[in-house]
């Protein structure tokens, strides 16, 4: 099916331990995105990618790792996971070049729940 | 810098009544706004956004929108509420910079409709 998916939905891991986060869409976006949510923040930016092997920093960065090899690819890694990266992570993407440049407009996938004990 | 405040974290209104669920923004240059709705156990969705094309901007499932510069607001609304509504709602500001798309979320409103 067309449109942005993640694997796994629910995630269980212990404290530092490595665990990766997949981020998948069909639709050839340019840009993706990883967001963290958590109660009173909200959505909070922890990586970006215009384009594959270009990636930056969000706000929240700290403890993880990104790549981006292919286009429709973007995977999230948590090096060595802490009980504060519990919470439930967003991919999300978007092309600024439909609807001429002026939509921005973003698709989220149906998110990860992490728990990490 | 850019932000935006989402007035009350819970919001609840009875089946029938006016929805109103307010951001305020604050840019630097004019904005991008959206409002986006996150069913739970689901990501976010776009219910409408606001590009500079009409002040009164309509949405999916009879919400709306109006763009006020001179209150730097975009409160969302509907007329009347269905139990359906209930959801987390999102207000955003979003502009290029550096060529990236910037985006910041508000904290959300969780809505309760009341049969």
């Known amino acids: 099916d067309a449109g942005i998916t993640q694997s796994p939905r629910y995630k269980i891991t212990e404290t530092g331990r490595q665990v990766t986060l997949m981020c998948h869409q069909t639709?050839?976006?340019?840009?993706m995105f990883w967001y963290r949510q958590d109660l009173g923040h909200g959505l909070r930016l922890i990586y970006y990618?215009?384009?594959?092997?270009?990636?930056d920093k969000g706000e929240v960065p700290d403890g993880y790792v990104v790549s981006r090899s292919k286009t429709e690819n973007f995977p999230l890694t948590l090096e060595s996971a802490t009980r504060s990266q519990t919470s439930v992570y967003f991919c999300?993407?978007?092309?600024?070049?439909?609807?001429?440049?002026?939509?921005?407009?973003?698709?989220f996938g149906p998110g990860t729940r992490l728990t990490v004990t | 810098a850019q932000s935006v405040t989402q007035l009350g974290s819970h919001v609840s209104v009875s089946e029938g009544a006016l929805v109103l669920l307010r951001c305020n923004y604050s840019?630097?240059?004019?904005?991008?706004l959206f409002w986006y709705v996150q069913y739970p156990n689901q990501g976010l969705q776009l219910l409408l956004k606001?590009?500079?094309?009409?002040?009164l901007v309509k949405g999916i499932n009879g919400f709306e929108a109006e763009f006020k510069k001179s209150e730097t607001s975009f409160h969302l609304t509907k007329p009347s509420a269905h139990m359906s509504d209930a959801a987390e709602y999102f207000c955003?500001?979003?502009?290029?910079?550096?060529?990236?798309?910037?985006?910041?979320f508000g904290i959300g409103t969780k809505l309760q409709v009341i049969p």
């Open positions: 990618s215009a384009a594959a092997d270009i990636t």
């Open positions: 606001y590009t500079s094309a009409a002040t």
């Open positions: 840019s630097s240059v004019p904005p991008y």
């Open positions: 955003a500001v979003s502009r290029s910079s550096g060529g990236y798309q910037k985006v910041t």
């Open positions: 999300a993407s978007s092309d600024p070049g439909l609807a001429g440049g002026l939509s921005h407009e973003q698709y």
């Open positions: 639709w050839s976006h340019s840009y």
